[in-house]
């Protein structure tokens, strides 16, 4: 990836929506040019996809929280994240080093949702312990930039 693609990719994460032309004018490039670095982009995977950005708060999912996930012996990434998948308060889940073994990110509609997933994680056969911390306010989120 050279200096003129992470231009192009800075570009798409300020507005994805922005036109070949529009993205052209700010990289010096023709549209068709723009097009087609874009789609080597999204074959190299450098690109995985478009996306439109939803406030949660707004589709009624406001209250999160992280939770340190702690397992019963050694359990691979791929078995952890199996376990974790039909649980639909879980919009993201990491492994991590330290005491716990994954770090959860969990979203639902209020605290009372929050608990009933919580104990729904807590109950599955591969957790043995977790520590959880209730999201108070987003201070900063940002989405990743190639010219940081």
């Not at 716990?100 to 639902?108: C, E, K, N, W």
């Not at 209020?110 to 999201?135: M, P």
């Amino acid at each position: 990836m050279n200096t003129i693609d992470q231009r192009i990719v800075s570009c798409l994460v300020a507005n994805a929506r922005a036109s070949y032309a529009e993205i052209g004018k700010v990289v010096g490039l023709s549209a068709p040019a723009v097009k087609r670095r874009v789609d080597r982009l999204l074959e190299t995977g450098v690109l995985r996809g478009f996306t439109a950005v939803v406030d949660p708060e707004a589709l009624g999912w406001g209250t999160e929280a992280f939770v340190e996930v702690t397992c019963n012996g050694n359990i691979t990434p791929a078995r952890i994240r199996a376990r974790l998948e039909p649980l639909p308060e879980v919009v993201a889940a990491y492994t991590v080093s330290g005491a716990a073994d994954a770090i959860v990110h969990l979203r639902a509609s209020d605290i009372h949702h929050l608990e009933t997933a919580l104990e729904r994680l807590r109950g599955l056969e591969i957790v043995d312990r977790t520590v959880s911390t209730v999201v108070l306010s987003r201070l900063l989120e940002r989405p990743p930039s190639p010219e940081s």
